[in-house]
């Protein structure tokens, strides 16, 4: 099936189109036939396989980068008021797009998975766009992150469902409608949009209240946030809600979590019958994450045995403990977590890989505002790894606060046990880590912003 293209989105320019969530949408739209056109800070990988797909993409931004004849501009929450792209649009009367909006638009006609919660959203939704895919039914997808290429994030598919992520930092997961919904967990973050626990909770119900009357919630069972958002929802009519997680009474129950070294093996308990498969991504969260993927496809009508056995496809996403390389007996393995929960869940996660392994960890702060709020649980988190680096906070979208840098968490890491060492120059990361690796040794890249850049440095340093 191929759903029509809304008259705004015949050729959409998309102002920082090399984004996780912008580029999929405008790969979706180039592959429904829109004439797409963008521009980004820098050349990228990303961008080239937009190219691909015939998109126009300017390097830098520039008034003259839009088209006069542009159907509409396309922006993200992290697009400043003052960028000329911007401002050239409204000297032409071009009507400004949110990505949400647009991503919005793209599920109309079918039936959509709007995957949710503070963290693990990007991997639940690659698991349920894989395993999907492996079953022939063909999905349409948008991920934060890409599967195993450049551009991969994001698909125009033959079939009826749509599987995507709901950003709740910003709020615009209030756009969607989906018709099967996954809340992971919900936890205090994005300190610039939400003031309290109390917000987060507030903002999640009014995500539950968009799903279309007969649709399915997929919650987890034992977080407490998400517990939380199921108590209040609880009886909203023409909501079914279906909770899983290792507790008795969870509607899908998980029975059993067993390491294999970088993969795990899963058993649950759904509807009286016991089902086992295979994760092939190490750790509890991850194992977490597969069952809530079946539990939305189950939702959708889909045979669990089924689902189960092509989960075992999922291999893994880009930087969700992704393996970059080996040298010198020594892993380097990319991890996007930077949120305390997520950190902690991926250094537990490879601890139990490792075995008597030591974890050396090159940490990057993302954002001076959640440095200020969660700075000292990130340096408790890193007191998990057996030696850690820091680096200065990546800024993103944020001006810097007076007074907050990276060392609230290398204060915290230590005061917690951790050994800590501040390195202000990225560049002389790799050799550090030289200095400090050994063989048997695993390192781990963490962070959301550029960090990622640092392993094949590393490894590159590691064979020298």
């Not at 079939?159 to 099967?180: L, M, N």
Request: glycine share 10%; charged share 20%.
């Amino acid at each position: 099936m191929k759903p029509g293209l809304p008259t705004a989105m015949e050729r959409p320019h998309f102002i920082g189109i090399g984004g996780a969530g912008m580029s999929g949408i405008a790969k979706i739209l180039a592959q429904r036939g829109a004439q797409v056109a963008g521009s980004d800070s820098r050349d990228s990988e990303t961008a080239e396989a937009l190219r691909a797909h015939g998109a126009t993409v300017h390097i830098g931004h520039a008034a003259g980068h839009l088209a006069d004849d542009s159907t509409s501009v396309v922006v993200s929450s992290a697009i400043r008021a003052d960028n000329p792209e911007l401002a050239r649009a409204a000297e032409l009367g071009i009507p400004v797009v949110h990505r949400s909006d647009a991503l919005a638009g793209l599920m109309d006609g079918l039936r959509p998975i709007a995957v949710a919660g503070t963290h693990g959203k990007t991997t639940t939704t690659s698991m349920l766009a894989v395993s999907l895919s492996a079953l022939g039914l063909d999905p349409s997808y948008a991920i934060g992150g890409d599967l195993d290429a450049p551009g991969s994030n994001a698909h125009h598919g033959e079939g009826d469902i749509f599987v995507a992520e709901a950003d709740e930092s910003d709020r615009t997961f209030h756009k969607y409608s989906p018709q099967v919904a996954i809340i992971l967990n919900a936890e205090l973050d994005h300190h610039a949009n939400y003031a309290s626990i109390e917000e987060i909770y507030e903002s999640f119900e009014t995500f539950v209240g968009k799903i279309v009357p007969g649709g399915t919630l997929v919650v987890a069972h034992g977080q407490e946030g998400a517990a939380e958002i199921a108590r209040r929802v609880a009886g909203q009519e023409g909501l079914t809600v279906v909770t899983y997680g290792e507790e008795e009474d969870a509607d899908i129950r998980i029975t059993k979590i067993t390491p294999r070294g970088l993969t795990s093996e899963v058993t649950v308990v759904l509807g009286g019958r016991m089902l086992t498969f295979t994760v092939s991504v190490p750790g509890r969260h991850y194992a977490h994450n597969a069952v809530a993927a079946l539990a939305a496809g189950v939702a959708l009508g889909i045979p669990a045995h089924n689902l189960a056995s092509a989960l075992g496809k999922y291999t893994g996403v880009k930087r969700r403990l992704q393996l970059k390389g080996e040298a010198a007996g020594v892993q380097v393995i990319d991890s996007y977590a930077h949120h305390p929960t997520e950190m902690t869940a991926d250094l537990e996660a490879i601890r139990g890989a490792a075995g008597d392994s030591r974890i050396l960890v090159v940490f990057q702060p993302h954002l001076f505002s959640r440095t200020q709020e969660l700075g000292k649980e990130m340096g408790q988190a890193l007191a998990l790894a057996d030696a850690s680096v820091v680096l200065d906070i990546y800024p993103a979208r944020e001006d810097p606060i007076p007074g907050i840098t990276s060392e609230l968490i290398i204060a915290a890491a230590r005061s917690a046990g951790a050994d800590v060492t501040a390195e202000h120059d990225k560049a002389a990361v790799a050799d550090v880590i030289a200095g400090m690796a050994k063989p048997g040794d695993l390192v781990l890249t963490m962070g959301a912003g550029d960090v990622t850049d640092l392993g094949p440095a590393i490894l590159a340093r590691l064979s020298s």
